[in-house]
């Protein structure tokens, strides 16, 4: 079995804006990372994400960034199962409509096939999909829809 997922959504907001709002932190921090970013999403960096949820912040290596398209990043696999700590790597792809919105791709995938491997997959599928319906109420309509879900 193959642990990987795909989740999207379309924001109504133009490809430039919606990916402003990932890279940079202190956008992302106002409806995603509940904990704070710290950096800028670009290749080869190393930034942190921390998570009320998850609490301490997670360091996430940008593999590469191509603006207004797509980002790839590694992140640990949160599998405390296996022997050694590994990475998964997630994909996010950024398409302009017609009409003027963005649609907004999530894939993750790399996970061992253990047990936590696939509890971990579940939750990041969770988190992500959570992560496109949050940034689409924060571009869309300025709220924070993360704000006190956790603490």
Same mark, same amino acid.
């Given at each position: 079995?193959? !642990?990987? *997922?795909?989740?999207? &959504?379309? /924001?109504?907001?133009?490809?430039?804006?919606?990916?402003?709002?990932?890279?940079?932190?202190?956008? !992302?921090? @106002? =409806? *995603?990372?509940?904990? @704070?970013?710290?950096?800028?999403?670009?290749? @080869?960096?190393?930034?942190?994400?921390?998570?009320?949820?998850?609490? @301490?912040?997670?360091?996430?290596?940008?593999?590469?960034?191509?603006?207004?398209?797509?980002? /790839? !990043?590694?992140?640990?696999?949160?599998?405390?199962?296996?022997?050694?700590? =590994?990475?998964?790597?997630?994909?996010?792809?950024?398409?302009?409509?017609?009409?003027?919105?963005? /649609?907004?791709t999530i894939a993750e995938e790399g996970w061992r096939e253990t047990?936590?491997?696939?509890?971990?997959? =579940?939750?990041?599928?969770? &988190?992500?999909?959570?992560? /496109?319906?949050?940034?689409?109420? =924060?571009?869309?309509?300025? !709220?924070?829809?993360?704000?006190?879900m956790y603490k």
């Open positions: 079995m193959d !642990l990987k *997922f795909e989740v999207s &959504g379309r /924001i109504s907001r133009p490809v430039s804006d919606v990916f402003e709002a990932v890279v940079n932190p202190d956008k !992302l921090s @106002g =409806y *995603f990372t509940t904990g @704070g970013a710290k950096g800028r999403l670009e290749t @080869g960096a190393t930034v942190t994400w921390d998570f009320h949820d998850f609490p @301490g912040a997670f360091p996430v290596h940008v593999v590469e960034v191509e603006k207004d398209k797509r980002i /790839i !990043l590694k992140w640990g696999a949160n599998d405390p199962e296996t022997p050694a700590p =590994y990475e998964t790597t997630v994909t996010m792809r950024f398409e302009p409509t017609d009409d003027g919105r963005t /649609i907004v047990p936590a491997g696939l509890k971990s997959s =579940y939750g990041n599928c969770m &988190g992500w999909s959570q992560m /496109i319906c949050a940034m689409k109420a =924060y571009l869309e309509h300025g !709220l924070n829809l993360r704000e006190g």
